[in-house]
């Protein structure tokens, strides 16, 4: 297993601010994942972070708004940027360990935009 | 569309029965599944892998896989009130988790 540390745990933003969420990972991962919970929603992929290239995105998450970073095996952030209300939310990163697709979580960040 | 469909319940069960949650999945090509528990306001933990066909038993927890009907299940025996919680299921295909949207699970005293 895995013990993934995420901060902040929780912030209140203003609108058109940004927000960096950073992830740590207590091992090396070959890939690290951010996701976006909706109250009372599932998990929705934002972005897949491998070391050294760029972050894959999913459909309807664009880079300029998701900036993510991954400069080592274990390490993350991820920025929200120029936030609105709609992006109230928690956010969540997470790693595969042993097995590739075995993924543990952080346990996230309880973003709320005013 | 890679598609995991849950009921979302809640699924009541009084303690010490079976709770059972179950989960149908579009994706043939996913390759192994994954049971999550999530307790409200805290992030999604792992208490169950299953990569092949039939049951697979930890503790309390049986998953099981049918990959004809793709269909996964988890049984949870003798159940407790500190199982109450969303669980989530996720098939894994290429190298994403695709999650349901969790059933909700209520064990009453």
């Known amino acids: 297993s895995a013990v993934i540390s995420q901060k902040p745990s929780r912030d209140i933003c203003q609108r058109g601010t940004s927000l960096t969420i950073q992830c740590q990972v207590d091992s090396q991962v070959t890939m690290m994942f951010w996701y976006r919970q909706q109250p009372g929603q599932s998990l929705t992929l934002i972005a897949t972070a491998n070391q050294g290239s760029e972050a894959t995105y999913e459909s309807g998450f664009v880079i300029d708004k998701f900036p993510i970073s991954r400069p080592n095996l274990t390490f993350s952030t991820l920025t929200v940027s120029n936030m609105s209300p709609e992006d109230s939310s928690i956010y969540l990163c997470?790693?595969?360990?042993?097995?590739?697709?075995?993924?543990?979580f952080g346990a996230g960040t309880r973003l709320s935009v005013l | 569309q890679k598609e995991v469909e849950q009921n979302s319940g809640p699924l009541s069960v009084p303690e010490g029965a079976i709770a059972s949650l179950n989960c149908t999945y579009s994706?043939?090509?996913?390759?192994?599944f994954f049971w999550y528990r999530q307790y409200s306001g805290k992030s999604p933990e792992l208490i169950m892998s299953i990569y092949s066909n039939g049951d697979k038993e930890d503790g309390r927890f049986t998953a099981q896989l049918n990959k004809a009907s793709q269909y996964v299940s988890l049984l949870i025996r003798d159940s407790q009130p500190s199982d109450s919680a969303t669980y989530l299921c996720?098939?894994?295909?290429?190298?994403?988790?695709?999650f349901g949207k969790g059933t909700s699970l209520l064990v009453t005293p």
């Open positions: 996720a098939g894994f295909s290429g190298y994403a988790l695709n």
């Open positions: 997470s790693g595969n360990v042993d097995r590739g697709d075995i993924q543990y």
């Open positions: 994706d043939r090509g996913s390759q192994s």
